[in-house]
């Protein structure tokens, strides 16, 4: 039994499938991951994020701080925009992928993968010793909820005061501010993990349920639907984004990731070096996206194959594409095999199936 979210009575009230994912008891489907996927591709889904957890950074040298612990430059950040980054090893592998929010001057809040919050937190509050700013775990006071989908801005904005209209219409892509949605105080963001417009809110835990419950009734008109896991993971997938533990870990570096312009090798940073010397020369596997013209999908752990069977990689994620109606993965393989247009073949379940390799994402709205 993992732990539960503040949502987690909700979840059970609609009949959700629960599942243990990173130690937490998740949603995985509330009746159909393939109606949930198609809700957010052509309406809203409503997703439930509380397992993410949320590190804030604070004090004059809150900035500082963090361009020491994060390949990105965060000092550089304006107040009310967000940034996608990297915490990575001493040997310049990732430890995570994060986003981090300027809230203010010297107030950041860092949303970091589940699996990794203790970690992260402790890597964070080390790198910030020296420094005069504090580290502090928000996870279990903060729940998430998430509102995905071509539907989501008028969803949201029928929950807001008038006054406070202009903020969603306003708010850019990675960026987050201060609103009242359905009378409770949140803050709302706009960066997403499905390829569609939608928000973020993040609220006291204990005001949670409420929030659901107003979203799920404002919405329902709009052909909004609670949405699990299982379709959280074929949507990010379709948009080529990366899953850490699955694109990303402490064997893989940014470079082979695809991810090279997010390391600022103008400051000094945990990894610096080690990034810098990657940097010079071709990594020897890439992540690619493959395209493939049957109906059997690849998974995670599937060898890769060319000619005559040669593994040349290893798939990371795969799906029979929702969307599109044929599979799609994403899979590191050998640099001289990653050019668009390769063609290769990866073993599915004995029987050698031919995947194109191609650039993600696969789906653009």
């Known amino acids: 039994m993992g732990t539960r979210t503040p949502l987690h009575a909700e979840h059970e009230a609609l009949g959700a499938a629960l599942t243990d994912?990173?130690?937490?008891?998740?949603?995985l489907r509330y009746d159909s991951e393939l109606a949930e996927h198609r809700a957010v591709r052509t309406a809203a889904g409503l997703f439930d994020l509380s397992h993410m957890g949320e590190i804030e950074i604070t004090g004059p040298q809150a900035a500082a701080a963090l361009d020491h612990a994060l390949a990105g430059k965060l000092s550089a950040v304006a107040v009310g925009r967000a940034k996608y980054s990297l915490l990575c090893t001493a040997e310049g592998t990732v430890l995570d992928d994060l986003v981090v929010y300027r809230r203010a001057q010297d107030h950041f809040l860092a949303v970091v993968n589940a699996t990794n919050t203790p970690?992260?937190?402790?890597?964070?509050?080390?790198?910030?010793?020296?420094?005069?700013?504090?580290v502090t775990d928000r996870s279990a006071e903060t729940a998430l909820i998430a509102v995905q989908g071509p539907r989501a801005a008028e969803i949201v904005c029928g929950l807001l005061p008038?006054?406070?209209?202009?903020?969603?219409?306003?708010?850019?892509?990675?960026?987050?501010?201060p609103a009242t949605v359905a009378g409770h105080d949140v803050l709302l963001a706009r960066t997403g993990y499905t390829g569609e417009d939608g928000f973020e809110l993040y609220l006291p835990a204990a005001q949670a349920p409420a929030l659901w419950r107003a979203l799920l009734e404002a919405g329902r008109p709009a052909g909004l639907?609670?949405?699990?896991?299982?379709s959280r993971d074929t949507l990010r997938l379709e948009a080529g984004m990366a899953l850490y533990g699955h694109e990303l870990s402490t064997a893989t570096d940014p470079y082979s990731a695809g991810l090279g312009r997010l390391p600022r090798l103008d400051k000094p940073f945990v990894g610096r070096d080690a990034l810098a010397a990657l940097a010079e020369r071709e990594p020897t596997r890439k992540l690619v996206g493959l395209r493939g013209s049957g109906r059997r999908a690849a998974r995670a752990g599937y060898p890769v194959l060319a000619g005559t069977g040669t593994?040349?990689?290893?798939?990371?994620?795969?799906?029979?594409s929702p969307t599109l109606g044929h599979p799609i993965a994403l899979g590191y393989v050998d640099t001289a095999l990653s050019a668009p247009g390769t063609e290769l073949a990866?073993?599915?379940?004995g029987r050698a199936e031919t995947y194109v390799v191609v650039t993600p994402p696969f789906y653009r709205r």
Not at 162 to 177: F, P
């Open 21 to 27: 994912f990173a130690g937490w008891q998740m949603p």
């Open 119 to 134: 970690d992260d937190l402790a890597e964070l509050t080390l790198r910030a010793k020296g420094f005069d700013a504090t």
């Open 162 to 177: 008038q006054a406070q209209l202009d903020i969603v219409t306003a708010l850019k892509y990675y960026a987050a501010g």
């Open 225 to 230: 639907i609670p949405a699990g896991l299982a």
């Open 311 to 320: 593994v040349v990689g290893r798939v990371t994620s795969g799906a029979l």
């Open 346 to 349: 990866i073993d599915v379940r």
